[in-house]
């Protein structure tokens, strides 16, 4: 990293930026907002969400403007729908030096969220888990169940990525991280998160997997079969990209 890199990358605020994506989240996100600025404002003096409403066509928009009062919370409304473009976006929009994001549905104890960015004082990137050797009993539905099965496999063979769970919705990075890889992303669904450990791990950042188990019984997901073969075409075309 050369110095004006280097005094570029120390002008960003010491903090949390946290991106949260919504579709059609309107009978959880305003929970899960008040819950993440309870928890994360505790432990970081500076803290900020950035919620990234995309493709929504119920009110989850105007709830999260509904809140600007109340938390340092910034709104975002892309016309398209999709988590890759809802990460990509929120992540673009961060402003302090640890960015990351949750799920708007909050599945996890967010206790152990807060102990698993602190990995990040050793770490490049941290990562979530849900299964573990022993403890492979989740409250996730059987479709995610199999998303994050069939992710596993797939990016272990196509990607070399060896990792236990490629799709647990939380993940962090320092923010200088992000800003060094290519930000162009061919994934812009549910599938954006094996590009960005592929990118990570091209890039060799120094990447760990935590186990956080999922505390909250599932009760809204986006995530349909359907989504399933555009999600393989574009890992496919990722791999063969040159």
Same mark, same amino acid.
């Given at each position: ?19 949260? #994506? ?6 959880? %996100?305003? =929970?899960? %907002? ?28 105007? %709830? ?7 938390? #340092? ?33 909050? #599945? ?8 698993? %960015? ?28 199999? *998303?994050?099965?069939?992710?596993? *496999? ?26 060094? *890889? ?5 994934? *812009? ?23 956080? #188990?999922?505390?909250? =019984? ?25």
């Amino acid at each position: 990293m050369n110095l004006y890199k280097a005094f570029k990358y120390r002008s960003f605020m010491e903090g949390l930026s946290l991106v949260v #994506p919504i579709h059609n989240g309107e009978e959880v %996100i305003e =929970k899960s %907002i008040k819950e993440y600025y309870e928890s994360f404002s505790k432990k970081f003096k500076n803290f900020e969400i950035i919620a990234v409403c995309n493709g929504c066509r119920d009110n989850s928009a105007k %709830i999260c403007h509904s809140l600007k009062s109340t938390f #340092p919370i910034k709104v975002i409304e892309i016309t398209q729908s999709g988590k890759g473009l809802a990460l990509v976006s929120g992540f673009n929009n961060c402003k302090f030096d640890y960015i990351g994001f949750l799920d708007g549905d909050n #599945p996890f104890d967010l206790d152990k969220i807060i102990k698993m %960015i602190d990995y990040l004082k050793d770490y490049d990137v941290v990562i979530s888990t849900k299964y573990l050797r022993g403890k492979a009993k989740t409250q996730d539905s059987c479709l995610r169940r199999l *998303i994050s099965l069939g992710g596993g *496999i797939f990016s272990r063979i196509i990607f070399n990525l060896n990792f236990r769970d490629t799709q647990a919705g939380a993940k962090f990075m320092k923010r200088e991280v992000w800003r060094s *890889i290519d930000r162009k992303f061919i994934c *812009i669904g549910f599938d954006f998160d094996i590009e960005l450990l592929y990118k990570l791990k091209k890039s060799k950042f120094k990447i760990v997997e935590v186990y956080t #188990p999922v505390i909250k =019984k599932e009760k809204f997901s986006t995530l349909r079969l359907k989504y399933l073969p555009s999600m393989i075409y574009r890992l496919i075309k990722l791999k063969f990209k040159k």
